[in-house]
Every structure is written in C-alpha cells, then in structure tokens.
T-cell receptor, first 115, second 113 residues
Framework: SAVISQKPSRDICQRGTSLTIQCQVD?????MFWYRQQPGQSLTLIAT?????????ESGFVIDKFPISRPNLTFSTLTVSNMSPEDSSIYLC????????????FGEGSRLTVL | LAKTTQPISMDSYEGQEVNITCSHN???????ITWYQQFPSQGPRFIIQ???TKVTNEVASLFIPADRKSSTLSLPRVSLSDTAVYYC??????????????FGTGTRLKVLA
C-alpha cells in the first residue's frame, strides 16, 4: 500500500497568483497522477507526472498553466499558475505502484479557493 | 479511449444488497476493471478490482461477464455509512505503454434508514 500526503490541504488565493501543491508518497511508486475535482463533479485527470521528464497532459490542460515536477519516485508538485476563480477546485494527487494494474491510491486533496 | 457509463444515482435501504452496473464497451483485452468509493471531502478509496468472472473481498463482489462489456459491483447488506459515490474505472493506455485511469460520472448511492 501507499500513503499519500498533500500540502496544503486548503488555501485561499488571490486572482493572478500561483500556488504549488506538494505530494509525498511514503513508498516508491511507478505512476503518479494529478486530478481535479470541482464541487459535486467527478474527477478529471490533469496529467501523468513522469519521473525525470516532462509530464503528460490531458486535453484541455497545458504546462504553462499547470507545471508539474516529479524529481523522484516518491514526490511530485503541481503548480496552479495565474489563478482565476475558475481554478477553484480540489486537486488530488494519486499514485500506483504498478505500471499497468493495481490499486490507485489518493491523497486527501488540496482545496483551493480563488478570490 | 475507454469510457464507462453508470447510473447517476441509486437509493437503497439499510440491510439490502445493492448492485451497480457499469458499461465499458471499448475495454481492451488486457484492461482490468476497478471500482472506487468516495465520501465527501475525501479522496477516492479502492474497493475491488477484477479481470473476468467473479472477484470477492471482505466488502464487495465484482461480477464480470464473458464479453467484459459490463461489470456489476455488489454491496451486501448496505448500511448508512455506505452512502457515497461509486466509480467504475478501466485503464486507458498511454503512449509510454503504461496505464492511466479516467473517471466517469460515478453513481451516487444513498442508503436510507
């Protein structure tokens, strides 16, 4: 199993600023992903965080807006840049030990409110 | 791109068995089917995973027919604490050869006393 810790758990931000969310896994994992969940909605995959290389972004998400780092097998960051109220959401980090199958573990999420 | 379709919501009473069916017509031959549970203000939590026929663990059973175009999550004797959103996931291959998981709309289960 894997335990995922995210920081911050919540924050209130001003329009135009940027915020970096940190994700720490207590064991080495093959795959790490970042999701966004708006209130009452399902989870939307933002990107796959690749260790030592650029993240793989889903349609509708770009690196300039959501830069992602993954320096090793246990840590990743997601930055939400130049925030607007539309970015208010819960951002979730997830990880899987296997490349193809296995349980996808989730952090508790980071709730961002942009004023 | 594998996609899943589930009922938007279901109601049940305590003590009943609940069956939630998910359609996944475009599932690949080596995809696993996985179900997650999510409570408000929490990250999703793994329930069960299967490839074919039937899988059972301490909390649920998963039934997958031979054509694998659907799957059914069965929750025996639900309680009020089972009120949550349930998601069915299948893998989606990345160009790197690994898999990502796309979440569908989920089924909002409400258990009534």
């Amino acid at each position: 199993s894997a335990v995922i810790s995210q920081k911050p758990s919540r924050d209130i931000c001003q329009r135009g600023t940027s915020l970096t969310i940190q994700c720490q896994v207590d064991s080495q994992v093959t795959m790490m992903f970042w999701y966004r969940q708006q209130p009452g909605q399902s989870l939307t995959l933002i990107a796959t965080a690749n260790q030592g290389s650029e993240a793989t972004y889903e349609s509708g998400f770009v690196i300039d807006k959501f830069p992602i780092s993954r320096p090793n097998l246990t840590f990743s960051t997601l930055t939400v840049s130049n925030m607007s109220p539309e970015d208010s959401s819960i951002y979730l980090c997830s990880a899987r030990q296997g490349a193809y199958t296995g349980e996808l573990f989730f952090g508790e999420g980071s709730r961002l409110t942009v004023l | 791109l594998a996609k899943t379709t589930q009922p938007i919501s279901m109601d049940s009473y305590e003590g009943q068995e609940v069956n939630i069916t998910c359609s996944h017509n475009n599932i690949a031959t080596n995809d696993y089917i996985t179900w997650y549970q999510q409570f408000p203000s929490q990250g999703p939590r793994f329930i069960i995973q299967g490839y074919k026929t039937k899988v059972t663990n301490e909390v649920a059973s998963l039934f997958i027919p031979a054509d694998r175009k659907s799957s059914t999550l069965s929750l025996p004797r639900v309680s009020l604490s089972d009120t949550a959103v349930y998601y069915c996931l299948v893998g989606d291959s990345l160009t790197s050869g690994t898999y990502k998981y796309i979440f569908g709309t989920g089924t909002r289960l409400k258990v009534l006393a």
